[in-house]
């Protein structure tokens, strides 16, 4: 099984034969490779550096609770409410090989269409119970610049991760997508399926 998918090869759900002059691959990242994978660790790892940082301040044994909750958060919950809706999920193999979630296990069936309003609860229930969880301890601890550093860095992160692959990520169901109509109608065309569930979704 390859480490990540064939650029060359159109996506699971797709029903071109061939990517080359693919209109949505000009507006939609289709496909990934290890350099994103590493351009999304550059952008998140500072975050949990400083955070870790601070909690081990206080006591190391607090980090312990932090690496459970984002290893439920970003393994299980995530996968279980975003991730299975998003085309990528629908390829060959036991776990995702994206840019986000590389190596999570694909324990639930694929899902094509928008998320409900419980999963968007708890995808965001689970994000701010990560990102948050450090606070408190550079709040006690008065580890200011710590903390002024904790938020810039998840600031820098979110608006990067919004601006570099929000903007281009195939899964529209994430609340945080932000791929525009045109592109998502051009990647609908060549992915009827998905077009299907959301209109289903929809009530189309």
């Known amino acids: 099984m390859p480490a990540f998918l064939d650029p060359t090869k159109p996506i699971a759900t797709c029903t071109a034969e061939s990517c080359a002059d693919c209109p949505a691959g000009r507006m939609v990242h289709c496909h990934f490779q290890g350099r994103d994978l590493a ?12 955070g870790g ?3 081990a301040h206080l006591s190391f044994w607090w980090l312990l609770p932090w690496g459970a909750i984002a290893l439920g958060y970003f393994g299980l919950l995530e996968i279980r409410v975003m991730c299975s809706h998003c085309p990528h999920y629908a390829e060959a193999g036991r776990s995702l090989k994206c840019w986000a979630n590389y190596g999570s296990p694909k324990l639930w069936a694929y899902r094509p269409g928008p998320m409900s309003r419980m999963e968007i609860f708890w995808f965001f229930a689970g994000l ?5 969880y450090p ?4 709040l006690v601890g008065r580890q200011w610049l710590l903390l002024v550093l904790y938020v810039l860095s998840v600031t820098a992160a979110g608006t990067t991760l919004k601006m570099a692959f929000c903007a281009q ?12 109509e045109d592109a998502r109608r051009a990647f609908f065309e060549r992915n009827p399926a998905v077009a299907q569930a959301w209109d289903r979704e929809r009530g189309q």
Request: with cysteine; charged share 5%.
């Open 39 to 50: 351009h999304f660790m550059v952008n998140v790892l500072p975050s949990f550096v400083i």
């Open 53 to 55: 940082a601070g909690i």
């Open 128 to 132: 701010v119970a990560v990102l948050g």
């Open 135 to 138: 606070l408190g301890f550079l």
């Open 169 to 180: 990520c195939m899964n529209f169901a994430c609340p945080l997508n932000e791929v525009g």
